[in-house]
T-cell receptor, first 109, second 114 residues
């Protein structure tokens, strides 16, 4: 069964303390992997799409990478405004989307 | 990417009543999707709304409980009927943004049933 698992569930970082969030997936055929940011009480906001192993995307302090089994969202020198829940989703070749449960990131000043 | 206006942003409703959530998209789209996000849970697809045809519901969701309208290519509504506290969730509408962007989401409706 297709599945998306994110870890850790929650992460607390000091401002400036870099870290990585993990999204592991099992799908019959990967069409794309997506990262979203979700602030409390709001809808998810698109961050990145990755299509193939080895691909990397960057945006400000965030960098997403992809292997055949997982994706990492690296956060470099985070700031308090980076605090949010980060969601991972995959789309399989049948155009079905599967979402992970997210990692809740808190960055402490 | 498409821009979606969703309302209401939040509501507190009495058990047994119904709430209709509206989504307006700034461009024409073939399919609109309705999701539920329960506390601490992943997004769960409720149904896909196509203009001019009945919505397609996922397993565990039925039309009587979640009737959907799709009168044109830019608008859809989801009604949560005969609500119970278990319906307390965030409800989200979304559209596919075209290649590369996955889904674009509305801002969500936070529903609390008391």
């Amino acid at each position: 069964e297709d599945q998306v698992t994110q870890s850790p569930e929650a992460l607390r970082l000091q401002e400036g303390e870099s870290s990585s969030l993990n999204c592991s997936y099992t799908v019959s055929g990967l069409r794309g992997l997506f990262w979203y940011r979700q602030d409390p009480g709001k809808g998810p906001e698109f961050l990145f799409t990755l299509y193939s192993a080895g691909e990397e995307k960057e945006k400000e302090r965030l960098k997403a990478t992809l292997t055949k089994k997982e994706s990492f969202l690296h956060i470099t020198a985070p700031k308090p405004e980076d605090s949010a829940t980060y969601l991972c989703a995959v789309c399989d070749t049948g155009n079905q989307f599967y979402f992970g449960t997210g990692t809740s990131l808190t960055v402490i000043p | 990417s498409a821009v979606i206006s969703q309302k209401p942003s939040r509501d507190i409703c009495q058990r047994g009543t119904s709430l209709t959530i509206q989504c307006q998209v700034d461009s024409q789209v073939t399919m609109m999707f309705w999701y539920r996000q329960q506390p601490g849970q992943s997004l769960t697809l409720i149904a896909t709304a196509n203009q001019g045809s009945e919505a397609t519901y996922e397993s565990g969701f039925v039309i009587d409980k979640f009737p959907i309208s799709r009168p044109n290519l830019t608008f859809s509504t989801l009604t949560v009927s005969n609500m119970s506290p278990e319906d307390s969730s965030i409800y989200l509408c979304s559209v596919q943004s075209g290649q590369g962007d996955g889904y674009t989401f509305g801002s969500g409706t936070r529903l609390t049933v008391v």
